[in-house]
């Protein structure tokens, strides 16, 4: 089956946040990076790019090349906070989410094409979402494999989205600097040049037993693999999920109770059904709440015992709810779950006929989308 993979990459991504952070730092050449006698660089504005000024350069040389920059020693913590928040939304995107650093992702996103026209919508609708609740710009490529949405994310860069069609492969990669291939470093791309290999076409016409001599067994086989476009390796999550939760901002704040816990209960269910697709259980119950004026509060709650069922995340949710004693003003409910365990790991209360009837409603979901069964008090309509 044809394979449809999103590379994200945040632009300029912790000077984005100080900007953001800091207005007085926005349109200027802005310089992250280590302040003592052997700092280097960790990134720079877009303006500061002008310059000359790049990551890992050494802080003396950034100075004299933008004397007029401003220099910060920049705040991980707060760069951490914002990425969870840009995987929080990559998780409403896609299943299959690779992470590769702070500040970029792999997402498989074959067979999303149900809910969009075309791929290059899709994309831009993350890219909204991402500016839209962090404030953060995205860039974006679109392939069949991720070698070619890497690239592809990175062309048009800032702000850039770059759809790379299968039947457009080699017309892409042809004209491109062999430097972009991943694993072409300096050296290599020195012996190639040897060969008057510069462009990825020039690679792809050379023998296969010249380059193996050059650069030997490994590195030949997967230059001429990525010189045809073809790489098969897998979107591969990095270790279990942290965290499974959704949230929802209003369009006109909650003023009742009521409404608040209404809209609970639908986020508790929709948690729950992730929970048991992605055969958690969780520990831990979180309950998000912002008010109009964007005081926001987290509150935990261990459950009795781990669970995926709806009612169990209700509940301790409710519960928390109820503690905060906040009746109206609510711009922002959200719920979440951590502290994950095997399906597998049945306790001594394992309620298997729940188990049996959650299954039977997430297979009938399965077929006919989501809401194909709802419980009873959902279908309420809304005061
Ligand atoms: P990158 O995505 O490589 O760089 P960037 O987001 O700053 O700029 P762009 O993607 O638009 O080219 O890295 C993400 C963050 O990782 C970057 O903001 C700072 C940090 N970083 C370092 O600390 N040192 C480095 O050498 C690099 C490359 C990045
Ligand atoms: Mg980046």
Not at 324 to 351: A, C, P, Q, Y
Request: charged content about 30%; aromatic content about 8%; overall charge positive.
């Amino acid at each position: 089956m044809d394979r449809l993979i999103m590379h994200v990459d945040m632009d300029a991504f912790f000077a984005s946040v100080e900007q953001l952070d800091h207005e007085e730092y926005r349109g200027k050449p802005l310089i992250v990076g280590g302040m003592g006698n052997r700092g280097v660089v960790s990134t720079c504005s877009y303006e500061a790019r002008r310059f000359g000024v790049h990551s890992a350069m050494p802080m003396a040389k950034a100075v004299k090349l933008c004397p007029q920059g401003i220099f910060i020693q920049g705040n991980y913590p707060r760069y951490s906070e914002v990425s969870q928040e840009i995987f929080d939304i990559f998780d409403r995107y896609s299943p299959l989410i690779e992470p590769l650093s702070i500040d970029e992702a792999f997402l498989d996103i074959t067979g999303m094409e149900r809910l969009m026209d075309t791929p290059r919508q899709y994309a831009m609708k993350l890219k909204q979402e991402i500016r839209e609740k962090t404030g953060i710009i995205a860039s974006v490529g679109i392939a069949p494999n991720k070698f070619l949405s890497k690239i592809a994310s990175d062309l048009e860069k800032p702000d850039g989205l770059v759809v790379v069609d299968k039947d457009k492969v080699q017309e892409f990669l042809d004209p491109l600097p062999v430097r972009r291939i991943w694993g072409v470093g300096v050296k290599t791309a020195g012996e190639l040049e040897q060969l008057r290999v510069k462009t990825v076409a020039d690679l792809r016409q050379i023998e296969y037993e010249k380059l193996h001599s050059i650069v030997g067994d490994k590195a030949a086989r997967h230059l001429f693999s990525l010189a045809r476009g073809i790489d098969e390796r897998p979107v591969a999550p990095r270790g279990r999920a942290k965290s499974i939760g959704n949230e929802v901002t209003f369009g006109d704040d909650l003023q009742t109770v009521e409404e608040a816990l209404q809209v609970l209960l639908e986020l508790s269910v929709k948690v729950g059904w992730r929970l048991r697709k992605a055969g958690f259980k969780a520990k831990t119950v979180q309950l998000k709440l912002r008010k109009h004026d964007f005081t926001t509060y987290t509150r935990q709650k261990q459950l009795f015992e781990p669970s995926n069922f709806d009612n169990d995340i209700y509940t301790a949710i409710k519960e928390l709810f109820e503690a905060l004693n906040i009746t109206n003003g609510i711009r922002l409910l959200g719920v979440s779950t951590t502290g994950f365990g095997e399906m597998e790991s049945l306790s001594l209360f394992h309620d298997e006929k729940k188990d049996r009837l959650y299954e039977a409603i997430d297979g009938i979901n399965k077929r006919y989308g989501k809401l194909g069964v709802t419980r009873g008090s959902l279908m309420k309509k809304k005061n």
